[in-house]
Nanobody
């Protein structure tokens, strides 16, 4: 079981940027597909981005494509989410997750471990 801790959230104006980090411990980080999801109050958890074990393959939700970038550093056991051109509708708790699968996954029920989340608030 891997433990995940997110950081980097905060309050930012529309058009601004934030970089989220997710540090993993207790497992072999490079063996996990990693994903970022978000959940706004009263809404279902939503897929944001995922990255393969090597980092060679990434997938994004249409709503963030071209604005967000997922990356990972296996030597640092960390996955990142660079968020640019932020919009008020990006406001949510952002959670990272780990999946013991062969390739990237976009469904939350395919992920085994979750962090507690970090709040991102984008003001208009």
């Amino acid at each position: 079981q891997v433990q995940l801790v997110e950081s980097g959230g905060g309050l930012v104006q529309a058009g601004g940027s934030l970089r989220l980090s997710c540090a993993a411990s207790g497992g072999t980080f490079s063996s996990f597909v990693m994903g970022w999801f978000r959940q706004a109050p009263g809404k279902e958890r939503q897929f944001v981005a995922t990255i393969s074990r090597s980092g060679a393959t990434t997938l994004y939700a249409d709503s963030v494509k071209g604005r967000f970038t997922i990356s990972r550093e296996n030597v640092r056991n960390t996955v990142y989410l660079q968020m640019n051109s932020l919009k008020p509708e990006d406001t949510a708790v952002y959670l990272c997750a780990a999946a013991g699968t062969l390739g990237p996954r976009i469904r939350s029920d395919e992920y085994d471990c979750w962090g507690q989340g970090t709040q991102v608030t984008v003001s208009s």
